[in-house]
C-alpha cells in the first residue's frame, strides 16, 4: 500500500484542490415575519422559485403568512393573480391586508387546466405572485410550476394538504403550517438545512401583523377555522 498521507498536509501543499460554497445572495423577498426570515437561508421567501404551503386544516393561516408579500408586491405596482382559489375573495378583507384590488386577479379554471393556467402565469414574466391551490400535482406537473417561476421570474406558491409532505417536492421551499399549537415547520429549503424547530407563528390579531380574519363570517366550518377572506360575489372574477 502507499504511504497514508495527512489531509492537512496535502492543502498545504496545495496538491487538493478545496473548493468554496459561493455565497448565496440574500432573498429579495422577505417574508415580513422575522422569525420566519431568520430560519430561512436567504432571509425570505426563494426568489423565482415555488413555495409549497402543506396545511393541516383550511384557513389555519396560510393566506395571513403571504399578506406582506402580497401587499408590499401590489403596491409596487406588481400583479398578484390566484388561479382557481376554493372561494370568491372578500374584497374589504383582502384590502384591509394592504393588497391592492386593482391589481389583484381571480382566475377561475378547473382542476385539469388550473396547473395549465398557473404555468402560464408564472411564466409569463407578468405577475409577481401567483397563488394555487391544485388538487392534482404529482412530481412532474410540480417541477413544470417550479421551471415557471424561473423562467417568469416570479413567486409561486401552492397550497396543498399536509400528506403531500409525504411526497418529495422539486418546489424550492416547504412549509408545514399547523393550527395546534399556531406554528410553521420548515421541510425544505433550498441553499440550508431545514431548521430543526417549529417556528411560532402568532394566531389571527396577535403580533406586529395586521390580520383581517376576524372580519365578516368564514364560509367554511367554523370549527375548521375558516377563513372570511373568501365571500362570494364581492370581487370581478376576470375569466382567462
Not at 156 to 170: E, Q, Y
Not at 188 to 193: E, H, L
Request: proline share 11%; glycine share 8%.
Amino acid at each position: 500500500m502507499g504511504n497514508v498521507l495527512a489531509l492537512d498536509a496535502l492543502l498545504e501543499s496545495r496538491q487538493v484542490w478545496r473548493g468554496q460554497p459561493a455565497p448565496r445572495a440574500p432573498s429579495k423577498q422577505p417574508t415580513g415575519f422575522a422569525a420566519l426570515d431568520d430560519a430561512l437561508p436567504g432571509g425570505g421567501w426563494p426568489d423565482n422559485a415555488l413555495t409549497e404551503l402543506l396545511l393541516a386544516a383550511d384557513g389555519v393561516g396560510e393566506l395571513r403568512l403571504l399578506w406582506p408579500t402580497l401587499a408590499r408586491l401590489s403596491r409596487a405596482d406588481g400583479m398578484v393573480v390566484l388561479i382557481a382559489p376554493p372561494y370568491l375573495p372578500f374584497a374589504v378583507a383582502w384590502a384591509q391586508t394592504g393588497v391592492q384590488l386593482s391589481r389583484l386577479q381571480v382566475i377561475r379554471a378547473d382542476a385539469r387546466n388550473a396547473l395549465w393556467a398557473t404555468e402560464q402565469c408564472l411564466r409569463s414574466a407578468a405577475c409577481s405572485a401567483v397563488l394555487c391551490w391544485p388538487q392534482q400535482a404529482d412530481d412532474r406537473a410540480l417541477r413544470r410550476l417550479q421551471v415557471a417561476a424561473e423562467a417568469g421570474q416570479c413567486l409561486g406558491f401552492a397550497m396543498r394538504p399536509m400528506k403531500a409532505a409525504a411526497n418529495p417536492s422539486p418546489a424550492a421551499l416547504r412549509i408545514a403550517v399547523e393550527a395546534e399549537p399556531s406554528q410553521l415547520r420548515v421541510l425544505k429549503c433550498r441553499g440550508g438545512n431545514p431548521p430543526t424547530r417549529p417556528i411560532a407563528f402568532p394566531p389571527a390579531g396577535r403580533g406586529s401583523t395586521r390580520s383581517p380574519m376576524t372580519i365578516g363570517q368564514p364560509l367554511r366550518d367554523p370549527a375548521t377555522a375558516g377563513s372570511p377572506l373568501f365571500r362570494p360575489h364581492l370581487l370581478p372574477i376576470r375569466t382567462q
